[in-house]
């Protein structure tokens, strides 16, 4: 059994274990880590980047030291949906071995990039294509392992393609009031 994380690095710890076990037995270049915390869901008004691209770093960094990388492409890079959110992260993330780019930058893909870690990529960012973006960063990636981190696409058929390695949602309960009960209590 999994334990219920209770923070954000407890999280983002059991994301990057499953990321790199469902990369390294199941041969899946495709991944997806679905984390439904408002707090880390660019499409949320809650959204705190801080905590998104910590959590981002944090999903990435084993990545570098699971034996999935080519020598010769030791780079993982994460790969944001808006420029703003780049800089951000630049500026927060100090590993050469985690570059930083913007998703549908012409330069996204480079020639040591091992592997990219999409972050939250959003069909309703007017900004860029999103879905655009990511499905022409598939075709140049060729065989390198994609992370999504929450990516919010819709009925995306590049979504398609993703194997579910990690899943965290949220749950809560609401009891309602009948004839036993006499008031209603909300829970975590």
Known sequence: YVQVPSTFEQL?????????????????????????????DPASSACQLPELIQFAAA???????????????????????SAYDATCASSCVFDTALPIS???????????????????????????????AFTE???KAAGRLVVAINPRLGNS?????????????????????DQHAQQVDRVR
């Open 157 to 177: 058929p590049a979504l398609q393609t993703f194997e579910t390695a990690y899943m965290m949602r949220p749950m809560s309960l609401a009891y309602l009031a």
């Open 59 to 81: 999903t990435a960094g084993p990545i570098l030291n699971s034996g999935l990388l080519p020598v010769s492409k030791p780079h993982v890079k994460l790969l944001f949906a």
């Open 12 to 40: 983002a710890q059991q994301g990057a274990r499953s990321t790199v076990s469902a990369a390294r037995q199941g041969g899946h270049r495709r991944v997806l880590l679905e984390a439904s915390a408002a707090e880390l």
């Open 137 to 139: 960063l598939l075709t």
């Open 102 to 132: 913007v998703l549908g930058h012409p330069e996204e893909v480079g020639p040591r990039d091992g592997a990219f870690v999409v972050v939250g990529p959003n069909i309703a960012d007017s900004a860029m294509r999103a879905e655009a």
